[in-house]
């Protein structure tokens, strides 16, 4: 039987000479932009983010304590600095069609600048307008079309009422319209009292009222068209005062985003949707309506429309950006569309749109624990038809299961471009592979985390940085040479 032999304690654990580092304090090292043994994920991880075609996003699986999250989060951050900003993304109004949102895509940092630019239009349009309404030469001008048609019926009625009493007639109003009543004995009669009339008296009386009840119609029918006229030069003259005022502000915002057709479009919108709907911001009274709020703040939620929902800022991203979503429910990865309490009833409009973490992700990477995902009801199948379909969709999930009763919006869906990357057990990744095809299609790049790496010196001086660049990101004390080498 062999004797065992002993075994000096300090040959149990391989000790690192503090000396052998090459510094003094871990504050001296540079950090480290990479991740420490795990060569092959990384080849991996640069495999996938380096194709942009939709099946090329990736998996990154392997055991829980392997730092997967920390370091994959840490190498796309370093990836995304040196690309470019996306685009901003915003929601504005469908003049056409109000419950189908339309998306505008701004370069980086101009939706703020857009949507303050909106806001303090209107609020000089509110107050410009109606000044420009209550004007002495405007009143002088919507007083002669309304005078000049007053002039026109009053020569009218003269007319008539001449023609009439030659004929032995009178012309009388009634809340039912305009009556001809026959004379006699120098008082107009009652429906009853000429029907009592000898019937040889009658019947030319008869003739004579119906000839003059033709000639009425007709002259009521020239009134009436009178009337349209003058309320077509009094549009006229609105939308002239109108485009005077909001055509100024219009073009200084059209100067400042010459460059831009899609602002400049939707300017151009704004402008005739303005002039089309003058009255909103005269605050003429309208009938009230049972059950609805009241009309100041019912005209409040009508100026809401020419407001600009800013759903992705990218005015402080440096680089692309890089969303961690440890929490991917459905709402959270897709946006939701919220609704407000108006006494008693609820609405929506595309100012409570509210993008989630892909509308954040856009034009950049999106990190996902696939656990939490697969965990998530909608969530999974969601997000492989937003990979396929490369587009956002923003829908009420009552919608999606046929239960949505409420009248909602339908917003025009966001083109998407983002590289998904999940993370999770081997375990998961095999069997997404082996049962669901579409995974297969979408997840093509795998990168796997080791348990373990080879002890060299160049690991080691990673280690070391990476040690370093801990310290930095906690906001704790560096370390010194013989504290790394612990």
């Not at 997840?443 to 160049?458: G, L, N, Q, Y």
């Amino acid at each position: 039987m062999t004797t065992p032999e002993e075994v000096p304690v300090a040959k149990l654990r391989n000790v690192c000479d503090a000396a052998s580092l090459g510094f003094t304090s871990a504050a001296d090292l540079p950090g480290l932009e990479t991740i420490v043994g795990q060569q092959r994920a990384v080849q991996a991880l640069d495999f996938g983010l380096g194709i942009r075609n939709v099946g090329f996003n990736v998996y990154v699986a392997g055991q829980p304590g392997t730092g997967k999250v920390t370091a994959v989060h840490t190498f796309l951050e370093s990836v995304a600095k040196a690309e470019e900003r996306p685009s901003d993304w915003c929601y504005i109004h469908n003049f056409v069609d109000a419950y189908r949102p339309r998306t505008l895509r701004l370069a980086a940092g101009v939706g703020r600048g857009l949507q303050q630019d909106m806001k303090s239009f209107i609020q000089r349009a509110r107050k410009e307008i109606p000044a420009a309404f209550e004007s002495d030469q405007y009143s002088a001008r919507r007083d002669a079309i309304g005078e000049g048609l007053q002039r026109q019926r009053e020569a009218l009625l003269a007319q008539l009422n001449q023609r009439a009493q030659q004929e032995g007639f009178t012309i009388q109003p009634t809340p039912v319209g305009w009556v001809v009543s026959p004379i006699v004995e120098g008082h107009p009669l009652s429906e009853q009292e000429f029907l009592n009339l000898d019937p040889a008296v009658r019947e030319p009386i008869r003739r004579r009222r119906e000839a003059l009840e033709t000639e009425l119609k007709r002259s009521l029918k020239e009134a009436r068209n009178w009337e349209k006229e003058a309320n077509r030069r009094l549009q006229t003259l609105n939308r002239e005062v109108a485009l005077n005022v909001v055509g100024g502000l219009i073009e200084d915002l059209e100067e400042k985003y010459e460059g831009m057709p899609q602002v400049v479009d939707y300017l151009k919108e704004v402008q005739e949707d303005i002039v089309s709907n003058i009255d909103q911001f005269l605050g003429q009274p309208q009938p009230e309506t049972p059950g609805a709020p009241p009309q100041a703040w019912a005209q409040e939620l009508a100026f809401r429309k020419y407001e600009v929902n800013v759903a992705v800022d990218h005015s402080e991203t440096v680089g692309a950006p890089v969303v961690m979503e440890r929490n991917p429910t459905y709402n959270n990865l897709f946006g939701r569309i919220e609704k407000e309490a108006v006494y008693g009833a609820l609405q929506t409009d595309f100012t409570l749109i509210r993008g989630g973490s892909l509308h954040q992700a856009n034009g950049g990477y999106l990190v996902l624990p696939v656990e939490e995902v697969l965990r998530n009801l909608f969530a999974y199948d969601s997000l492989k038809r937003a990979i396929r379909d490369r587009q956002i969709v923003v829908e009420e999930m009552a919608e999606r299961l046929g239960f949505l009763t409420t009248k909602s919006l339908r917003p025009e869906p966001m083109p998407l471009d983002v590289k998904v990357v999940l993370i999770g057990s081997p375990y998961l990744y095999h069997v997404l592979y082996g049962l669901d095809e579409d995974f297969r299609e979408l997840f093509k790049v795998k990168a796997e985390f080791d348990v373990r790496m080879d002890r060299s010196d160049e690991s080691v001086r990673d280690y070391a940085a990476f040690v370093c660049t801990l310290c930095r990101r906690e906001g704790l004390l560096p370390l010194d040479a013989g504290a790394v080498a612990k």
